[in-house]
């Protein structure tokens, strides 16, 4: 079953185009890695998949259960957010918020689907703990715990936005660990990332942007695309990590 479809969408800023010619599906449980250089229109597609910018023409449709309130985002982090001064208990119940409707308070079923998302993540010894004071790959999965939150039964689909920003190689891998194992509970997941030669080795599919849809298919046959052995050269040879070969060239 799709869980969402682009077809011939584009976006506009003030009348001058960023990203045209978009055009996939994904299915239920794939899982999607979105490469591109900085300004390829990576982030403007993922407002365009949160419904927060409208496409300049085009569409961009959802399967038969997908709202708003079962799709997980997890933003990119800014220096601001990382000190942010509040316990690890009262970031993740913000992903509460949007269940809370006219309450003024948390519920008891919110605390408790803090705790079990916390528990789930690994990371329930830290519910009282600031978050500034967590490492890099704690916040992560602390934030990562909050976009569950919005739907901890229902979430089909999970947005990242270089979730691995800043993070060590051991910490970045225990993070693409948990990530997988979210994809194989059945969640569709979409991760925007320049790490290309973990993007491969963990997705099923790959889309490459450069303002407009330069692939989207399987990470194997991006393997043996020339953009793609231009953008994994430099990390692993331009050889698939598949089957071997060596990347066509054109």
Same mark, same amino acid.
């Given at each position: 079953?799709?869980?969402?479809?682009? @077809?011939?969408?584009?976006?506009?800023?003030?009348? %001058?185009?960023?990203?045209?010619?978009?055009?996939?599906?994904? =299915?239920?449980? +794939?899982?999607? @890695?979105?490469?591109?250089?900085? /300004?390829?229109?990576?982030?403007?597609?993922?407002?365009?998949?949160?419904?927060?910018?409208?496409?300049? %023409?085009? !569409?961009? !449709?959802? /399967?038969?259960?997908? !709202?708003?309130?079962?799709? /997980?985002?997890?933003?990119?982090?800014?220096?601001?957010?990382?000190?942010?001064?509040?316990?690890?208990?009262?970031?993740?119940? %913000?992903?509460?918020?949007?269940?809370? /409707?006219?309450?003024?308070?948390?519920?008891?079923? $919110?605390?408790?689907?803090? +705790?079990?998302?916390?528990?789930?993540?690994?990371?329930?010894?830290?519910?009282?703990?600031?978050?500034?004071?967590?490492?890099?790959?704690?916040?992560?999965?602390?934030?990562? =715990?909050?976009?569950?939150?919005?739907?901890?039964?229902?979430?089909?689909?999970?947005?990242? $936005?270089?979730?691995?920003?800043?993070?060590?190689?051991?910490?970045?891998?225990?993070?693409?660990?948990?990530?997988?194992?979210?994809?194989?509970?059945?969640?569709?997941?979409?991760?925007?990332?320049?790490?290309?030669?973990? =993007?491969?080795?963990?997705?099923?599919?790959?889309?490459?942007?450069?303002?407009?849809?330069?692939?989207?298919?399987?990470?194997?046959?991006?393997?043996?695309?020339?953009?793609?052995?231009?953008?994994?050269? +430099?990390? @692993?040879?331009?050889?698939?990590?598949? @089957?071997?070969? =060596?990347?066509?060239?054109?």
């Amino acid at each position: 079953m799709s869980i969402v479809s682009c @077809c011939d969408t584009a976006f506009s800023y003030e009348g %001058s185009v960023v990203a045209h010619g978009l055009d996939f599906r994904l =299915a239920e449980g +794939d899982y999607l @890695c979105i490469v591109g250089e900085n /300004g390829s229109g990576k982030s403007t597609l993922i407002k365009g998949l949160l419904g927060l910018k409208q496409p300049s %023409s085009g !569409s961009i !449709s959802y /399967g038969e259960g997908v !709202s708003a309130r079962s799709i /997980g985002y997890l933003p990119q982090q800014n220096e601001l957010q990382r000190t942010f001064p509040a316990s690890v208990e009262e970031v993740v119940l %913000s992903g509460r918020l949007a269940n809370r /409707g006219a309450r003024p308070f948390y519920s008891a079923l $919110d605390r408790r689907i803090v +705790d079990e998302t916390l528990i789930r993540l690994g990371i329930g010894d830290l519910k009282r703990y600031s978050f500034g004071q967590l490492s890099g790959g704690q916040q992560q999965r602390v934030l990562l =715990a909050r976009a569950l939150c919005t739907a901890p039964d229902t979430m089909k689909l999970l947005i990242l $936005d270089e979730p691995m920003s800043g993070l060590d190689p051991l910490i970045k891998q225990e993070l693409y660990s948990l990530i997988e194992s979210l994809n194989k509970q059945g969640i569709t997941i979409i991760v925007v990332t320049h790490d290309v030669q973990t =993007a491969i080795t963990y997705a099923t599919h790959i889309l490459h942007l450069e303002q407009r849809q330069v692939f989207f298919g399987s990470a194997h046959e991006f393997q043996h695309t020339k953009a793609g052995q231009e953008l994994i050269r +430099d990390s @692993c040879g331009g050889h698939c990590l598949v @089957c071997g070969l =060596a990347a066509q060239h054109g």
